[in-house]
């Protein structure tokens, strides 16, 4: 175990450094806190206009000014349009709006201005349609006619309790977004492992390493390193998405009524981790077989399409996430963690199924360890020479 | 010496590989003792670096075995082992110094242990100055002994040595081979391959030369050299040599004569007939050795020719002179 942690332990430490890792690992997020931090940049760096209105249906109380978060809209009253018009010429307002006679029937407000409004002014408009139309409401009565319906759905079964709106986004996203995260996790991981393994052939010094450790320490290392190196990649990645639903979320009230799914983020830890070392060991016993890099990448490739294939039925999935094509990729190791994380957000998957999931995943895992380790020995000094089937099977006898 | 008590640190019986449709090693046999440095020779391709595998159980042979360190290989004797293959290569983006950790440490050294013979090694072979630049920012000189100290700072039982002086110059060849010697003083058992011959008549007491995967010589190198020992002997001397009896051929060279000498024929009685000829000075007389790279030559391409290996050249007339 010894070596085996200090092959991880080198593998992890090289790649960290490396410029590709960095870019991957600290681009994404950034990009995501950007996203996310766009809505608030926006409203951070808003000033309201004063703005002047036109009550043709004469039934609106005058309201001069209402709060907006932390800001004021003021407002003027115009008796007609070209009063409005005027107050817009000579300075007064920078945009008017014209409530017409058939508000209270099927028509709408008009917004006249030299450009669209932003978020907080449209919120701010809202606000002041609000107080003007119930002069006399106080504002936690306002506040509770703008949400008059912030349901908490309550399982009848299982007594889950789940706020709506954003909390029910959380609730179902997370199961998704987690399988998502999962395949993108393998798909670069994989590529990685793949080319790392076809690296460390180039570099030739495995010659040197392989007589000092047997090559299941090797192997099972290199896949070690690998796999903390990802699982660090995702970390910053969920952590870069925590900041940006955390920053898209700050100017709304709902998110005190976020529920963790802590089943679901349970079950991705017990069939993500082994799910992920599983395709690290494939891609890395791919790599072996490969005489270069380009080939390994191919290969990985080749692999990721397999932990890809339940995108192409997602329809059947969604139509029936208990139907036996459902539960079958439950149970097929390569397609477990992606299935079962995207049935969860659709429907309660039976623990027996996930539990077989993680079950075959472990023994495939243990299986494709054992057979990429004795390949490796058979190929290790290959130097830009791929392994034929024949060879691969003689490796495997030679055991 | 071995925990068996003998002193053989390895001990080859009857090992063969083949690959496909090519006998790459044929039933070879040999045993190499601790405190020795014993010379594996052989032209390219002659099953030198299979053999090395096959004792360092990278690659399983198909036939014979292999006791080494008293017993077969196991994963704690790759502690006891020191190797340094022919093709280098070492992790390009770490540190000397990280990669000598990660070696030592590999070899089962504690990191404090393993840090500090990399300081000693690293002293002595004049890197430690280097030992925070990156592999790939070394020369071919530097990377070649960095590599050294990586397969010998655990100071190992037995030490596997290809090439281990290419790309060095004389005065980094010597600190090398000033560390051989005091391993192999220590107790190491040593097999040096390599084609300089002029390393192996100064530094292996003991050589085998290998052809086509089979054994074609092998014992001390001065045995060796004496079944090779031409009937000649070299001469400096005054004055104009024509014939001489008991002498089938006269061959000047540059102030001096070459003379091989007839069967029967005695060094004591041709230098007895020279003393007393006419004209003629003696001023050196000396039977001439055959050098490593001749007996190597020689037995090689005879060995192609019609497998007769192992017996004393008997066309050196026509080769040497």
């Known amino acids: 175990m010894n070596k085996i942690w200090l092959v991880a332990r080198m593998t992890y430490r090289r790649r960290i450094r490396s410029g590709t890792f960095l870019i991957l690992t600290f681009g994404l997020p950034l990009l995501m806190v950007i996203a996310g931090a766009i809505p608030f940049l926006r409203n951070a760096g808003d000033s309201l206009p004063s703005v002047g209105y036109v009550d043709q249906t004469g039934q609106l109380a005058p309201i001069e000014q209402v709060p907006v978060e932390d800001r004021t809209l003021h407002l003027t009253a115009y008796p007609d349009v070209d009063a409005a018009r005027k107050g817009v010429e000579q300075g007064q307002v920078t945009a008017y709006m014209v409530i017409p006679e058939g508000y209270f029937s099927e028509d709408v407000p008009v917004f006249y201005a030299e450009e669209e409004p932003s978020a907080m002014l449209e919120e701010g408009l809202t606000a002041f349609l609000r107080r003007a139309l119930l002069p006399k409401a106080d504002d936690s009565q306002l506040e509770r006619l703008a949400n008059p319906t912030d349901l908490t759905y309550v399982a009848l079964a299982s007594g889950d309790r789940v706020a709506e709106g954003v909390g029910l986004v959380v609730r179902f996203g997370t199961p998704s977004a987690l399988a998502i995260v999962f395949l993108l996790t393998v798909f670069t991981g994989a590529g990685q492992m793949g080319t790392a393994v076809v690296l460390e052939k180039d570099q030739r010094a495995m010659e040197m390493v392989i007589t000092s450790l047997a090559p299941v320490e090797l192997v099972s290392g290199k896949i070690l390193g690998m796999t903390l190196l990802s699982l660090t990649q995702v970390g910053i990645w969920l952590v870069g998405a925590a900041i940006a639903v955390g920053l898209a979320l700050s100017g709304l009230t709902y998110e005190q009524a976020v529920v963790i799914p802590w089943s679901a983020l349970l079950w991705a830890v017990l069939l993500g981790v082994p799910g992920y070392f599983l395709y690290a060991t494939l891609a890395a016993g791919l790599g072996i077989i490969a005489g270069d890099r380009q080939q390994a990448r191919q290969m990985a490739g080749g692999l990721g399409l397999v932990g890809m294939s339940p995108v192409y039925v997602i329809g059947q999935l969604v139509e029936a996430p208990n139907g036996p094509l459902a539960v079958g990729l439950t149970l097929f190791p390569l397609t477990a963690p992606y299935v079962a994380l995207t049935r969860m957000a659709l429907t309660d998957v039976p623990i027996w199924q996930l539990a077989i999931g993680v079950g075959l995943i472990i023994v495939l895992l243990i299986a494709s360890i054992w057979s990429v380790a004795r390949i490796f020995r058979a190929a290790m000094l290959m130097v830009g020479q791929a392994l034929n089937p024949r060879e691969i099977l003689r490796a495997l006898r030679e055991a | ?321």
């Open chain 2, 1 to 321: 010496m071995t925990p068996t008590g003998t002193n053989k640190a390895l001990e080859i019986q009857g090992i063969s590989k083949r690959y496909g449709d090519l006998q790459a090693v044929k039933d070879l046999s040999f045993t190499v003792n601790a405190g020795e440095i014993l010379g594996l020779l052989g032209p390219n391709g002659a099953g030198k670096t299979t053999t090395i595998r096959m004792i360092l159980d990278i690659i399983k042979p198909n036939g014979g075995q292999v006791s080494i360190l008293g017993g077969p290989m196991t994963e704690e004797k790759k502690s006891r082992i020191g190797y340094l293959p022919e093709e280098r290569g070492l992790y390009e983006d770490m540190t000397v110094l990280d990669t000598l950790l990660f070696m030592g440490q590999l070899k089962g050294l504690s990191r404090q242990i393993a840090r500090e013979r990399a300081e000693v090694y690293l002293r002595e072979v004049e890197l430690w100055d280097a030992r925070d630049l990156k592999v790939e920012a070394l020369s071919q000189g530097m990377n070649q002994k960095v590599q050294f100290v990586a397969g010998t700072m655990h100071e190992p039982d037995l030490i596997i040595i290809d090439e281990p002086f290419s790309g060095l110059d004389p005065i980094n060849t010597r600190l090398i081979k000033n560390l051989l010697y005091r391993m192999r003083d220590r107790g190491a058992a040593i097999i040096m391959s390599t084609h300089q011959m002029h390393r192996v008549e100064e530094m292996c007491g003991r050589i085998l030369l290998i052809d086509h995967g089979q054994q074609v010589l092998y014992g001390r190198l001065g045995e060796i050299r004496e079944r090779f020992m031409h009937n000649a002997i070299e001469v400096d001397l005054d004055g104009e040599l024509d014939q001489l009896p008991g002498v089938k051929k006269l061959t000047p060279r540059n102030g001096s004569y070459r003379l091989l000498l007839e069967e029967g024929t005695q060094p004591e009685a041709l230098l007895k007939t020279l003393v007393n000829m006419p004209r003629v000075t003696v001023q050196r007389f000396e039977r001439v050795k055959t050098s490593l790279e001749e007996i190597f030559v020689q037995v090689v391409a005879r060995e192609n020719r019609d497998g007769s290996a192992g017996k004393p050249v008997d066309e050196w007339e026509e080769t040497a002179a």
